[in-house]
């Protein structure tokens, strides 16, 4: 079993900053690619941004410049800091990992609960 358990979430306003953490745990032999998407009311889920286990990033045009994703190897725990936050930025953002529990395994996307962030205007 792998558990996501995400937090940071809340309510902000437009121009501040909030910085998301996402903690893998479980049974885990290889952490590969990880990364957010976030899913606003009446929308379909949209990829934020992605981190592969070397470093290497991605990100929706309409974040680049203003939020940043990083990983912690050590402690499996990715994060999405958010700054110069806008409206239009609110949705349920949650956090996934592609995950290998056993040498022989292939990965799997294993998914966050999703934590809400509403930016006021």
């Known amino acids: 079993q792998v558990q996501l358990v995400e937090s940071g979430g809340g309510l902000v306003q437009a121009g501040d900053s909030l910085r998301l953490s996402c903690a893998v745990s479980?049974?885990?032999?290889?952490?590969?690619?990880m990364g957010w998407y976030r899913q606003a009311p009446g929308k379909q889920r949209e990829l934020v941004a992605t981190?592969?286990?070397?470093?290497?990033?991605n990100y929706a045009d309409s974040v680049k410049g203003r939020f940043t994703i990083s990983r912690d190897n050590a402690k499996n725990t990715e994060y999405l800091q958010m700054n110069s936050l806008k409206p239009e930025d609110t949705a349920v953002y949650y956090c996934?990992?592609?995950?290998?529990?056993?040498?022989?395994?292939?990965?799997?996307?294993?998914w966050g609960q999703g934590t809400q962030v509403t930016i006021s205007s």
């Open positions: 981190i592969t286990s070397g470093g290497s990033t």
């Open positions: 479980g049974s885990i032999f290889s952490n590969n690619a």
């Open positions: 996934y990992a592609d995950i290998s529990s056993h040498w022989y395994e292939r990965g799997r996307d294993y």
